[in-house]
DNA sequence: CCTTGACCGTTTTTACCGAATCGGTCAACT
DNA sequence: AGTTGACCGATTCGGTAAAAACGGTCAAGG
């Protein structure tokens, strides 16, 4: 990441409200450098095309995502329990609507580069952990009940995560409860199921440390990896 | 309703099947009296419109869907939880998945319709409690723990709800779990969360029993002003 | 050097056409 | 009386072509 260069910078803020605004379609190169700004021949002195100005857009917005998930999980009065890791996750989407769209591939936003094979998103999932893999590994480690299919409840955080981030577009706005309210009330529900009675074990919260960490540094080298390579390219 | 006509059933019936393939906007009035057997003059002497067919189509659904929620319900071993009540919709819905997608507002099943002013879904919805309200007369009858906010807990089962007629068509299928199980889960979930420890109480049950007649009797009572009203406009 | 905007080839949009098809009607026929 | 299909005006469609806008490049200028 190069966030030494205010160039590519102002690029990406404009970039970022114009694409939340108009779509990535309806988002011109033009456009985007104007607002930034500079002309449309600075753009590709920092981009190299259309698609890596989205694709770094994604990737700062899921670090930004990511980091804001950790520290609100971490400082989670029940640290260690699914229901803390859903509610933060939760809170962070709440504080990033460009991450709710991102999650549900809205095709408003991302437009033809959702179609794009080999896109951002294939590339970075490969590396992370799913979901049904972390609640595997969670339960190893005693912060799930053993008693539960570790699948099926990942499937069902799919759906509730989901509905969560689409359902706001669906409904009218009005008379929907607090945000807040609706993220502990789904988190004391994960836990009322999942979670032991003996709560959050030490090694259910290193389980999860250490997942949440194994997150953040594939993203991280992901990033890194891409940043490299597009300061090689040049 | 006026099952008598074997026309109008067959129209339905072709409409059904032309209409789930391949959405409202691009079945024509002709195409489903063709199907049926009869000419297109004699569609409009079953019903009055377009529009017509498709609300009588929406309706018939809702009924069926409604009668096998009611009987899932009823036969669930925890009757007068709302995890029974919830897992007999998902069943219910898991066998009807035109039901599935008018309850998603699917806007390539129903096409133009669904932007039509005053639609049947606007007029249904006008007679039906709410989930919220629904679950507040639960509350009441001690279906729910005194310490859980009604209007929260139905906003997370909209969600629920939502994300699962939802996300199928969004993930890939592989991987995802049997849908008995599924529901099972979530059925369970929301009962650790909702249902007093003392179980389903018998004033439970009667509420429930009580707010599923009401939601059968204003449907039956919608369906039969408008079929009193079609005949009389005949 | 770094930056620019005119320029390139391609894609998308717009406008337009007659033909086809649409939902809906009704005189004619069984 | 019950049913039909030709018919109506309106909408949509498929094809075409001109114009506009696009992503991306690079010689020229600061």
Redesign the interface.
């Known amino acids: 990441m190069n966030d030494a260069d205010p160039r590519e910078a102002r690029l990406l803020a404009a970039a970022e409200t114009l694409v939340l605004r108009h779509g990535y379609d309806k988002t011109s190169v033009a456009e985007v450098a104007r607002a930034a700004g500079v002309s449309k021949g600075a753009f590709y002195l920092a981009f190299a095309s259309k698609d890596e100005l989205i694709e770094e857009l994604v990737l700062r917005e899921s670090l930004a995502f990511q980091a804001r998930w950790g520290t609100e999980v971490r400082a989670h009065p029940r640290f260690g329990t699914v229901g803390a890791m859903y509610e933060g996750m939760l809170a962070a989407l709440e504080e990033r609507p460009l991450m709710s769209r991102i999650m549900?591939?809205d095709a408003q936003l991302l437009g033809r580069y959702l179609h794009r094979p080999g896109n951002v998103f294939e590339r970075m999932a490969a590396g992370q952990p799913t979901r049904?893999e972390a609640l595997a590994v969670l339960q190893k480690a005693g912060a799930i009940r053993s008693d539960?299919?570790a699948?099926?409840?990942a499937?069902?955080i799919?759906?509730?995560?989901?509905?969560?981030v689409?359902?706001p577009d669906?409904?009218v706005a009005t008379?929907?409860?607090p945000p807040g309210?609706?993220f502990a009330?789904?988190g004391?529900?994960?836990d009322?199921?999942l979670t032991p009675a003996d709560g959050p074990t030490p090694s259910a919260r290193a389980a999860m440390e250490q997942l949440m960490q194994r997150g953040e540094e594939g993203l991280a080298r992901f990033l890194d990896a891409r940043a490299a390579e597009r300061r090689a390219r040049r």
């Not at 799919?158 to 969560?164: K, P």
Request: no cysteine.
């Open positions: 549900r591939r049904g539960v299919a699948d099926v409840a499937h069902v799919n759906i509730i995560a989901f509905g969560l689409s359902l669906f409904v008379g929907t409860p309210e609706v009330f789904i004391q529900m994960m009322h199921m």
